[in-house]
Nanobody, 124 residues
Framework: VQLQAFGGGLVQAGGSLRLSCAAS????????VGWFRQAPGKEREFVAA????????YYADSVKGRFTISSDNAKNTVYLQMNSLKPEDTAVYYC??????????????????WGQGTLVTVSS
């Protein structure tokens, strides 16, 4: 599976952005998908994940209530709607897909395929 993330950019604090992750084949209706981010000088961290076949979504505490993960299976695309952005949300955001049926969604090792990342910069 090839993934392409896009939609990043520069936004003021309090603003919104929607990231997209397009897959080369049908996957999001069956496989787990996650969003991670990596800020300069920091390790990659979990943001959100979903397994829609199980009706499950997961969010990091730092983004809960502000970010929403969703998908459009007809377009093989998953989205990350980000509202009320804060300067600490500044990072490169990555989407990822896991073909595994069990494991921890918040660990990067759970995922088998990764997109190239898209930069989100939130100014104060």
């Amino acid at each position: 599976v090839q993934l392409q993330a896009f939609g990043g950019g520069l936004v003021q604090a309090g603003g919104s952005l929607r990231l997209s992750c397009a897959a080369s084949r049908r996957t999001f209706s069956r496989d787990a998908v996650g969003w991670f981010r990596q800020a300069p000088g920091k390790e990659r961290e979990f943001v959100a994940a979903a397994r829609w076949s199980a009706g499950s979504t997961y969010y990091a505490d730092s983004v809960k209530g502000r970010f929403t993960i969703s998908s459009d299976n007809a377009k093989n695309t998953v989205y990350l709607q980000m509202n009320s952005l804060k300067p600490e949300d500044t990072a490169v955001y990555y989407c990822a897909v896991s073909l595994r049926f069990s494991g921890s969604y918040s660990y990067s090792a759970f995922y088998d395929y990764w997109g190239q990342g898209t930069l989100v910069t939130v100014s104060s």
